[in-house]
């Protein structure tokens, strides 16, 4: 059974910069390694609903950010790690949330990068990230 751990989550303040990872672990997955799934990060606040962020193909070449963070936030992963990494820099309030990363698959294009949130089957359980003004 595949799972995913965020970390790096934590208090920073208005400007500053942040980056959060997400390792999985149980793979392969009836034989398909961890770069044939592709990753998303989505965050949610209390009373609104989750909401996409970033999301990277499984070979990491192709990336989609939203538009709230498009230019702010960048999406890596290391394979060999079996670790995505979401950076976060000109932090406002308004990114307060908690953020999970899910993952789908698996793509045999490794380039494919699903950005609805029903598209994921396989969600981490989150981590608090927190904005001070």
């Known amino acids: 059974q595949a799972q995913f751990v965020e970390s790096g989550g934590g208090l920073v303040q208005s400007g500053g910069s942040l980056t959060i990872s997400c390792t999985a672990s149980?793979?392969?997955?009836?034989?398909?390694?961890?770069?044939?799934?592709?990753v998303g990060w989505f965050r949610q606040v209390p009373g609104a609903a989750r909401e996409g962020v970033s999301y990277i193909g499984g070979s990491g070449d192709s990336k989609h950010y939203e538009p709230s963070v498009k230019g702010r936030f960048t999406i890596s992963r290391d394979n060999a790690k079996s670790t995505v990494y979401l950076h976060m820099d000109k932090l406002n309030p308004e990114d307060t949330a908690v953020y999970y990363c899910?993952?789908?698959?698996?793509?045999?294009?490794?380039?494919?990068?699903?950005?609805?949130?029903?598209?994921?089957?396989?969600w981490g359980q989150g981590t608090q990230v927190t904005v001070s003004s």
């Open positions: 149980g793979f392969p997955i009836s034989g398909y390694s961890f770069d044939y799934y592709a």
């Open positions: 899910a993952a789908d698959g698996p793509y045999l294009s490794k380039v494919t990068i699903p950005r609805a949130l029903s598209d994921y089957s396989y």
